[in-house]
């Protein structure tokens, strides 16, 4: 009887301190310190934080983070609702329709309720992520106050159109922006789909110090930009676009990023010694060859280049990239006529490790003969080619680079579309991917040496 005493008492005991253990300590933190931690979170994650208590109901409201609006879900849906009716519904148009308008409406009055019970005075930073054209100008507009004045730090407006993608885009609010006090605080800036001018661009890298990223892409007015000393810490910069007047950077000492989508002779460079990753595309890439000897970027360790076949023909001009780690070449056209030139480029690589291509003909290759030669790429280790099609081109690219790769560790072979030409004039060309799925097998299972790691997709 006693023994059966002394073990009900240790276990009270136990019980007594299991409670202690599990009290609810977290909510009798002070609320600074509270808000603190609900900043770190998502802002979703910070809200869902209101069940725990009737002390969580208002602390997210006050959260000092980032206000990310992203509706990522309903995009997806629609993307694949433009892919299924533009696949087996070509000779209609695809329409936006009631449904499409209505989801723009609950997603604006999401964001417009949100910022409306914010009361924190600060935040780090505002994005927003969905398709919106300039019908939600005021809205939007008032977005972008409402992020300056709470002194965000990134700001970034990501507004992709999937339904008439060049009409209606919306203009950002260049005169309430220009000359607004807390302006100088920005260090990051995105803007996709949304029309922004030179004038804006060049007030926004002579008045913001602190600026380190700035993207922009989809502009349809003319853009231009100087880009010098008055912007020391930008490290990242993006132009996609196709009506660029003029971007000129000069002694851009911090410069470590560019990627540059636009027209011919629209880039003039001067100076940007730590320049280490650059992707080019559009006309801006004819006679790229020539460009790249005029800038000196023998120190670049990754390339990019989106371009037309045609500039197969300049692989021999190529200056020689001493430092260059990582290629990555998306070629596309009617005829794959001179696309063994690579190995003249390949060659001007001496330290390239990397390797990804992509090859997109409008129409199939045809039977050229192709005069074998030895090009050793004694540092590449990885290689992937995507938009495999089995066709002879392919399969000639693939066994010249598994024989004159010593040091091959891994390749990858996809068979899979091309995301950005699905429904288009170049999706019925595809060939089937089981068949060439069984072409990469083949390939592979006879060419690489033992131990070389490979995946096909």
Same mark, same amino acid.
């Given at each position: @009887? ?16 299991? $409670? ?22 998502? @802002? ?16 997210? @409201? ?53 910022? *409306? ?66 302006? $100088? ?63 000129? #950077?000069?002694?851009?000492? $911090? ?32 006679? #790229? ?17 989106? @371009? ?51 090859? $997109? ?69 595809? *060939? ?26």
């Amino acid at each position: @009887m006693g023994k059966s005493l002394q073990l009900t008492t240790k276990l009270r005991k136990c019980s007594t301190s299991r $409670n202690i253990l599990l009290a609810d300590r977290i909510s009798g933190l002070p609320d600074d310190i509270l808000i603190a931690i609900l900043s770190h979170l998502t @802002m979703k994650e910070a809200a869902s934080t209101t069940v725990l208590s009737h002390r969580w109901d208002d602390l997210w @409201m006050h959260t000092t983070g980032c206000l990310d609006f992203d509706d990522s879900r309903t995009l997806t849906f629609w993307t694949l609702k433009l892919y299924i009716e533009s696949r087996f519904r070509k000779p209609d148009p695809v329409e936006e329709g009631p449904l499409v308008e209505a989801d723009r409406v609950l997603f604006v009055g999401w964001v417009n309720r949100i910022l *409306k019970s914010h009361k924190g005075a600060t935040i780090d930073g505002f994005r927003v992520h969905f398709d919106l054209d300039s019908s939600f100008r005021s809205d939007i507009d008032s977005w972008i106050n409402f992020a300056l004045q709470k002194r965000a730090r990134r700001l970034e407006l990501d507004l992709d159109r999937l339904f008439k993608p060049w009409e209606g885009i919306y203009p950002f609010p260049e005169k309430s922006v220009i000359g607004h006090p807390t302006i $100088n605080s920005l260090t990051h800036l995105k803007l996709n789909y949304v029309n922004v001018t030179r004038e804006l661009l060049e007030y926004i890298l002579s008045n913001c110090p602190f600026l380190e990223f700035l993207c922009v892409r989809c502009s349809r007015s003319p853009v231009g930009a100087k880009v010098d000393a008055a912007s020391p810490k930008l490290h990242y910069l993006e132009i996609s676009c196709l009506n660029v007047e003029c971007l000129e #950077i000069s002694s851009a000492i $911090n410069l470590r990023t560019l990627k540059f989508f636009g027209p011919e002779a629209s880039l003039c460079f001067k100076n940007a010694p730590n320049l280490i990753d650059v992707s080019f595309g559009g006309s801006y890439c004819k006679d #790229i060859a020539q460009k790249l000897h005029g800038h000196s970027f023998s120190q670049i360790e990754k390339l990019k280049l989106n @371009m037309s076949c045609y500039i197969f023909e300049t692989y021999d001009r190529f200056p020689i990239l001493k430092n260059l780690k990582q290629l990555e070449l998306v070629v596309k056209g009617w005829d794959p006529h001179g696309v063994l030139h690579y190995a003249t480029l390949l060659e001007k690589c001496p330290m390239l490790y990397r390797l990804w291509v992509q090859f $997109n003909w409008l129409e199939d290759p045809k039977e050229i003969e192709i005069q074998e030669r030895e090009c050793r790429l004694e540092c590449l280790k990885f290689i992937e080619m995507s938009a495999f099609r089995g066709s002879r081109t392919d399969l000639e690219l693939a066994t010249f680079l598994i024989k004159n790769s010593p040091c091959l560790e891994k390749i990858i072979i996809d068979t899979r579309d091309p995301p950005s030409y699905s429904g288009t004039l170049w999706e019925p060309l595809q *060939k089937d991917s089981l068949a060439a799925q069984e072409s990469a097998t083949q390939l592979l299972s006879t060419k690489l040496s033992p131990g070389v790691e490979y995946l096909i997709l």
